[in-house]
């Protein structure tokens, strides 16, 4: 990033002083009649620098708008690099312990996370999906994956978070993101899950 | 269609009675021809030969037949030579059985199945008795598919009434979920079909005449449907609206209802509507509790669910219209309880649901006045238990093979059977007895 900036600044210098030779040369070449013909040995020769100062100019403005077009692009990567940040932030899902609805410390960072981008961007709903690991009645698991989407809600809601911008949806222990029946995939199942249903194309800054 | 050859009631027969007495007293549907005994479920079974079946289809309609009467848990089927056919006829005739040798086989009834041309002619021989004491004539359709295997079910069905005066529960088909995709398959694991659904599909349920099945679906955009299975076509009853799902449809015991549950963020409560749809009626105000899984009494006038109103899921049985509720599994109370599934068994005597024991699930039923809980499995994880028509055998979902697959147990002799092959079987419900074709 740094190495990228220097280089931008260095072409900008180049810019510069070709641009201020250009105004210095002119006034020079000015008086000069156009349709005299050569009649010295110098004529010629001013001919080819006039030629090369051109080629000289054109290059450089080349450069500039190349320049120009990169430093845009480079802000355009870094705003979606960001906004691909705060979308993983707002979309990063939040763990449970066994048989819980209730919020976790980690749970409360990962919501608090979240807060700040969901008020700089108003426009953004989400939805938060309720999942339970496996153990559990599969039926009654459906009642409480609503629970813990709730509970995520709630939060956020209590933290400013506008009601009508968050839908909630439980989906019991139907969607597993880790397969198996020991602690380490329960764990990663027992969660709930965030995702932007509208407004989330360009994320501002908090 | 059944002609009752002889209104006499047997004998007790040799082999199995101990002191003669009335088995079903109160079933006054069909009186005076059962066979008599002394019926202790864990020990005794009628003993009954069913003779050689002629005809095309004579060897399918035998094995047919005795499978189910062994699948009933009441009988014993008894295997004879059947390589000298006459061996089994009194000496001389066509029509007399040989009694004394099936009482040597220790054969309380022998069936008699001939092949007509509108089905099957059906003849009970009482052994002790030493004469025919029930005929009947049942119709079969031409060709042999899901409605003929189920019109020998019925068959089958009608042969268990005669011997034992209570109707057998091979006319049945259990309805289930592999993953997210219903099935319904004949009670002894033939005829397995997949019924196509709206997706997402959990829970499915039985109207009490077998015709229509009511299920749910998870997720956004939950709802409640009823698929007639005449048609395939599902029907939106119930959308649960932004923010809740509905689950556990159960229909009521007389088809006109459907209860289920509506979970939200704030609670889930107990809804009734009419199984047309309409507006839906609250049974139950949760407070921020959920409750689930409703099943009513079979006269209608009760319904046991799960809740965690106390802090952890326990049973609790309520009046049809949502009041008087009071905890049904009241016993060893601790806050690690888990008890849930519950389905009210069709005798309205218990009601069958699983228990986490040990980390797992287990099946238990529960006397409905309260009282001790009986433990029936032990066996892996065994969970979602729905009771077949008969109030003696559940279907269940066990992981003992290691993949959950759906068991029948017969509660009263522990005998067990998988009915189905293939993984991740699971929700079972036992259809009703099945009346006409489907």
Redesign the interface.
Known sequence: MKRLQRVAGLTSTAVAVAVLAGCHKKPEAAPEPVATPAFNADSARLAQEEAARRAAEDAARRRAADSAAAAQAEAARAATAAAAEMRTTLTSPVHFDYDQSTLRPDAQAALDAKIPILQANSDVMIRIDGNTDE??????N???G??R??AA??YLVQHGIADNRI??????E?RPVAQGSDESAWSQNRRDEFEITSGGQMLRRP | MIRRAHLVRAVATCCLAAAPSIIHAQDTTFRGVTINGTYDPLRDKWGVVVLPVAGPQGDSVRAIVQRDLDFSDRFSIIAVDTSDVSALHARGTAAGLNYPLFARLAAAAVVEITPVPSGLHVALYDVAAAKVINVGEFSLPPTMGRDWRMAVHRTSDEIARWVTGQRGIAATRVAYMRG?VVHIVDSDGAGDIAIPTAE?A??PAWNPVGSSLAYTT???D?RLFVLDLATGRSRNIVSAG????V??PTFSPDGSTIVY?R????Q?DLYAVTRDGGTSRRLTVARGA?N??PAFSPDGRRIVY?SNVLGR?ELYVMDADGTGADVLTNYDFSENN?R??PDWSPDGRQVAY?ERID?R?QIRTIPITGGTPKLLTSDGEN??PSWAPDARHLVFTSTRTGVRQLWVLDSESGRLRQLTRSGGS??AAWSPRLEGPR
């Open positions: 153990r559990g009645s599969d039926e009654y459906l009642a409480l609503e629970r989407a709730a809600k709630q839908e909630t949806v439980s989906y019991g139907e | 997210s997402n959990m829970s998870y997720g956004l939950s932004r923010n809740a799902i689950q556990t549950a979970a939200s963020e704030s889930g959920y689930a899984s799960v899921p888990y849930s599934d699983q980390g699930f969970e979602q699971r929700l």
